[in-house]
Nanobody, 122 residues
Framework: VQLQASGGGLVQAGGSLRLSCAAS????????MGWFRQAPGKEREFVAA???????YYADSVKDRFTISRDNAKDTVNLQMNSLKPEDTGVYYC?????????????????WGQGTQVTVSS
C-alpha cells in the first residue's frame, strides 16, 4: 500500500493541527493504520494506531490530546492533534500494517509514507 501524508505545519503551543494520510494500491480496510514521529536526534516513536474496526491505541504522551480516525470509504486516516506542545515537534509518518494489541508499539509496520513536518513553537 502506498501512503501520502499531508497537513503538517507550524503552530504555536496550545494550538491544533490535523494530519491526513491517503492510501492507495491495496485494500485499505484490511490494514491497521498509524502514525509515528521522529524528533531531531531521536529515534522514531509510536504516536497512535487504529485497527480495521476503529479500535484505537495511543502513546501515553499524546493520550487525551490526539485523536486518530479512519474513513474506509475514502481510504484515509487522520490524526487530530490538539493542545500541541513544543515536544510534539518532529516529522510525522503515516504507517500501514498489522495491529498487535498486546505488543508495543501495537502496529507492526509494513509500509511507510513520506513524513510531514510538524513544528510547535513555544
Amino acid at each position: 500500500v502506498q501512503l501520502q501524508a499531508s497537513g503538517g505545519g507550524l503552530v504555536q503551543a496550545g494550538g491544533s493541527l490535523r494530519l491526513s494520510c491517503a492510501a492507495s494500491g491495496r485494500t485499505f480496510s484490511n490494514y491497521g493504520m498509524g502514525w509515528f514521529r521522529q524528533a531531531p536526534g531521536k529515534e522514531r516513536e509510536f504516536v497512535a494506531a487504529i485497527n480495521v474496526i476503529g479500535g484505537t491505541y495511543y502513546a501515553d504522551s499524546v493520550k487525551d490530546r490526539f485523536t486518530i480516525s479512519r474513513d474506509n470509504a475514502k481510504d484515509t486516516v487522520n490524526l487530530q492533534m490538539n493542545s500541541l506542545k513544543p515536544e510534539d515537534t518532529g516529522v510525522y509518518y503515516c504507517a500501514a500494517g498489522m495491529i498487535r494489541a498486546t505488543m508495543y508499539p501495537p502496529l507492526s509496520v509494513r509500509s511507510w509514507g513520506q513524513g510531514t513536518q510538524v513544528t510547535v513553537s513555544s
